[in-house]
């Protein structure tokens, strides 16, 4: 009897979680809209790559960006003289606003449209959209695209040269040591063991792996022509990844600190391209578009240059009490996993249900092109949420260098 | 000018006794059967009630009989061959026959027991083409199909790893069966396939086709009576999808397609989205290929057309239940008339106006 009633109850649960869920009045306000809202009108991306490996691994930045322009003006069906601003998102490639301002006009972009890049380590597609957005709010624009680009490819990080007077101040010198260096320091600093970081990117592979045999990535990538192939699916999850392989993993700098970071629990090297389509509301409304999202805020800080893997851990409640949001609001959280074990430390310190975050896994398993992830973020959490009918996403990520950055977007479409 | 006024829905009470399903008799245009449960299907008894329309009645419905059992009900098919006979789901996973004429005191007996199911059994459907076949699934995770003759199931299919909560006959092919479960997922069986497990530590069967319905879990779908292979699904998603499945390969073909197992696809032919809590029962109106009515944990059932090109996809909302509204099932007979029934102990009866 205790049983089936056990199970009776469970079953009725989720049912009733997810129907009784009464909005908060915080949420109720970010649900209204307004004609000056900023909304997202499209949000796709490039299929990824392994890099040096993968199906982008010959392709150049710029070839990468035009292509993705011109799939998504095809797409969209946007006339592009009407657009006021792009913005791109981007970390490593050589003269970056050359190439990105070539890629617009080689992709039929008139040249009245102007554009800028911007550099904010891993959160740059992050800080695209946000640079659009705000001179969407500050009247400079009505339209702008925000785009988010890296090929690791053929622009892995250069190696950061200080002179000797700078590397004097300890931080200083600790904020151009190498991402690695910050995962094994976060791994010592809080005891965060193997164990618990194979944990977490099994967690990533596994929800990776199924959201890939579900087609839920279908959603979100824009097939693009390249070199003769069209290109429509990441080569990037691995399906069949488990404790005992991840176990098996030798570590990957075993120079630092415990050696606990493996190339199974940090976040894959790839290479891919997204796009944002944000405008006011009420153009969105006369140009026919359809509104899929709307941005709300973003918040940026700083943190020990040392653990610069614990952004998020500052980034996520400073962005969250900016709107009178509790973290029981958010829907979904898509945090960037750039190793498992400063994710690890960012989950268990925010308190944040593992269901909730990154639940078609995240950069672990998918790959973290640096320029894109801030912008596949937004995408792969507004995708999730319009495939279930929710509301609420907070993207957030690591910075590097010793940063962090969130953000808070708002799913108004169906699937 | 005053709005045009509508009849208020025939309606009946059931005091104590939660409603998780109605079906409509296949033989008498003013007959239809109630699934109930005490204390809401959480512990307790069950009570099956035999309820005709009585019009120019008070209420318009009369409860004629009633069976008692001892655990809920949860689902509840009439037979398509003896117009007597109907089949119940229980929680203890039993499937009961019982016989509306065997009439010898208050809570009397089935006339058949069937105790395969080792969980909650929470669908039942008889095939109108097989027309001595019946069908249940449960919370164990399988479909099992049986006759009245048999005393114990003709076939046992483990259809998925989670909940099954409902199962249903394709309308047109008599082989093919659909299911949907809390994993998410709509799937397609040809009975006729050899029920091969992929393995023992994956002991289910291979569907014919397997459609990724939603993220949460599907509660309820229902076979289209005019397209083959157009099939609607509810859920804890608060959506009702029409997917197009004519992609299917069958028969022989069925289980061919290489390891993995059977297709994945389905096209999402419709996307009905309204409901502020889950859906939990859709059912096509057998008169109109582009209509079909929903319950909702919202409380309301809703009527919606699957047309292109219409201003609005909502035809109607009936919000007379003040509970879940657990089941909506069209007149066989009657065009246009449906019935609906809710956790409130309440069967409506009614002709909606759309």
Redesign the interface.
């Known amino acids: 009897?205790s049983a089936?009633?056990a199970?009776?109850?469970k079953?009725i649960a989720?049912?009733?979680a997810?129907?009784?869920s009464s909005q908060s009045s915080a949420v109720q306000a970010l649900l209204q809209k307004n004609a000056s809202d900023v909304v997202i009108t499209f949000a796709m991306r490039s299929p990824m790559g392994k890099a040096k490996k993968g199906q982008l691994k010959d392709v150049p930045v710029d070839e990468l960006l035009s292509e993705l322009l011109r799939a998504s003006l095809e797409k969209t069906k946007l006339d592009p003289a009407k657009i006021d601003d792009i913005a791109v998102g981007t970390c490593h490639p050589p003269s970056p606003l050359y190439i990105s301002r070539a890629a617009a006009l080689a992709a039929g972009i008139p040249d009245s449209v102007p554009i800028s890049t911007i550099n904010r380590l891993c959160s740059s597609g992050l800080m695209a959209i946000r640079s659009i957005a705000h001179s969407i709010q500050a009247g400079d624009a009505e339209i702008g695209l925000a785009l988010g680009v890296e090929s690791m490819t053929l622009h892995p990080r250069p190696t950061p040269m200080l002179s000797e007077g700078v590397a004097k101040t300890t931080k200083a010198n600790d904020a151009v040591q190498p991402m690695g260096w910050t995962s094994e320091m976060v791994a010592e600093a809080y005891g965060i063991s193997r164990e618990k970081q194979d944990h977490y990117a099994l967690i990533s592979h596994t929800r990776a792996a199924e959201a890939l045999?579900?087609?839920f990535f279908n959603d979100e990538i824009l097939p693009i022509k390249l070199s003769d192939k069209i290109l429509a699916q990441d080569d990037t999850v691995r399906p069949g990844v488990t404790a005992q392989s991840l176990a098996g993993l030798k570590p990957v700098f075993p120079q630092w600190g415990p050696a606990t970071t493996t190339a199974g629990n940090a976040s894959g090297v790839g290479d891919g391209a997204g796009l944002v389509l944000l405008m006011r509301r009420d153009r969105a409304e006369k140009e026919g578009m359809e509104i899929l999202g709307k941005w709300i805020g973003s918040a940026v800080v700083g943190v020990e240059p040392k653990l610069m893997g614990v952004g998020p851990i500052k980034a996520i409640p400073a962005v969250l009490e900016r709107f009178g949001l509790e973290k029981e609001d958010v829907d979904i959280f898509e945090i960037n996993e750039a190793f498992a074990s400063q994710f690890a430390y960012c989950v268990e310190t925010l308190d944040i249900p593992i269901e909730k975050i990154n639940?078609n896994g995240g950069s672990i398993a998918l790959t973290h092109p640096l320029g894109l992830t801030g912008v596949r973020q937004a995408i792969t959490g507004l995708s999730?949420l319009r495939?279930?009918?929710e509301s609420v996403l907070c993207t957030s990520m690591c910075v590097g260098s010793g940063m962090g950055a969130a953000a808070i977007f708002i799913n108004e479409a169906?699937? | 000018m005053p709005p045009p006024l509508h009849p208020p829905p025939l309606n009946v009470q059931t005091p104590g006794f939660a409603h998780y399903s109605l079906a409509w008799s296949p033989f008498h245009n003013s007959r239809l059967a109630l699934a109930s449960s005490a204390n809401y299907g959480l512990v307790g008894n069950g009570r099956l009630h035999i309820v005709s329309l009585l019009p120019g009645s008070v209420n318009g419905l009369n409860i004629d009989k009633q069976f008692d059992t001892q655990d809920g009900l949860f689902d509840v098919a009439w037979s398509e061959i003896h117009e007597n006979q109907l089949a119940v789901a229980s929680g203890d996973g039993s499937i009961k026959l019982f016989d509306v004429m065997i009439n010898v005191r208050e809570g009397d007996l089935p006339i058949r027991i069937w105790h395969e199911h080792t969980r909650e059994a929470f669908s039942v459907d008889w095939s109108n083409i097989r027309k001595d076949q019946f069908m249940s699934c449960s919370w164990e995770g399988s479909i099992k199909i049986w006759t009245p003759e048999l005393q114990r199931s003709v076939t046992t299919i483990p259809a998925h790893q989670a909940c099954v909560y409902q199962a249903l006959y394709s309308p047109h092919l008599p082989d093919i069966v659909a299911s949907c479960s809390a994993d998410g997922t709509l799937r397609i069986f040809d009975i006729r396939a050899p029920v091969s497990a992929q393995s023992l530590t994956n002991p289910v069967a291979l569907p014919a086709l397997t459609v990724p319905g939603s993220a949460t879990e599907l509660l309820t779908l229902d076979w289209n009576k005019y397209q083959q292979f157009y099939i609607a699904t509810g859920g804890v998603d608060k959506v009702i999808r029409v997917w197009d499945c004519r992609m299917i390969r069958l028969g022989a073909d069925a289980n061919s397609s290489g390891p993995g197992g059977g297709q994945i696809g389905g096209a999402c032919e419709a996307y009905l989205a309204g409901h502020e809590y889950a859906v939990r029962k859709v059912n096509w109106s057998p008169h109109r290929a582009d209509v079909l009515a929903s319950a909702s944990y919202d409380m309301t059932c809703r009527i919606w057309t699957t047309k292109q090109g219409v201003p609005s996809s909502l035809l109607y909302i009936h919000d007379a239940h003040s509970e879940f509204v657990s089941g909506c099932a069209w007149s066989l007979y009657d065009e246009g008339i449906l019935g609906t029934c809710a956790w409130d102990c309440r069967l409506n009866v009614f002709r909606p106006e759309f």
Request: proline share 9%; glycine share 4%.
């Open positions: 009897m089936s009633l199970r009776r109850l079953a989720p049912i009733l997810r129907s009784a045999q579900r087609g639940p999730e495939r279930r009918n169906r699937r």
